[in-house]
């Protein structure tokens, strides 16, 4: 079992820190008052741009993924659980190891709750962290199913009006 990842997102000099500790180019950071926006390539092979928002106050992480030709994602929104601590020069995650797999009009797709067993019994995260995993995971499929399984229209309803880029230039792979 691994230690929760942790991500920095330094908004001065506009890198994303990934949870390998490579510093990642962003294109953009946008702060709302209740998140905040990231927009960034990637030299992933299945992904080449990578749109993400940070929202403290749900501990969601809620991404978009810009896949390449040929690419086999099964969802339209892929959702980290995690605590995130914000200041003015840099917000940080810390994964909570559940994920949400949203894919607008079918059910929400929970997965790794047995990774958030085995950390907190590891003692990788407190029990306090495990009930706020939980608490956040159970919010937002409670969310989502009351609005036919969109998290869009779940986010905007409850003063999360998310909005993503209409045109991104996919980064070449590697």
């Known amino acids: 079992m691994h230690a929760p990842k942790l991500e920095t997102f330094r908004l001065a000099d506009h890198i994303n820190v ?18 905040l926006y ?5 030299n ?10 940070l929202l403290p106050g749900l ?3 809620v991404n978009k993924f810009h896949e390449r030709a040929g690419g086999r994602f099964y969802q339209d929104f892929y959702i980290d659980v995690a605590s995130i601590e914000l200041s003015d020069a840099a917000w940080t995650t810390r994964d909570l190891y559940i994920d949400l797999l949203s894919t607008t009009g079918s059910p929400i797709t929970v997965d790794d709750i047995d990774e958030l067993s085995q950390a907190t019994a590891q003692g990788l995260i407190s029990a306090e962290d495990a009930e706020f995993a939980i608490d956040a995971t159970l919010r937002a499929v409670d ?3 009351r609005h036919n399984d969109n998290v869009i229209d779940w986010l905007t309803a409850i ?9 991104v230039e996919l980064v070449p792979e590697g």
């Open 143 to 145: 969310g989502t199913t």
């Open 18 to 35: 990934d949870p390998k500790g490579i510093d990642r180019t962003v294109d953009a950071y946008e702060r709302h008052e209740f998140g």
């Open 159 to 167: 003063g999360y009006p998310l909005t993503w880029a209409e045109h």
């Open 44 to 53: 992933h092979p299945r992904f080449g741009y990578l749109e993400s928002w």
């Open 59 to 61: 501990g969601l992480r």
């Open 38 to 42: 990231m927009a960034r390539g990637a």
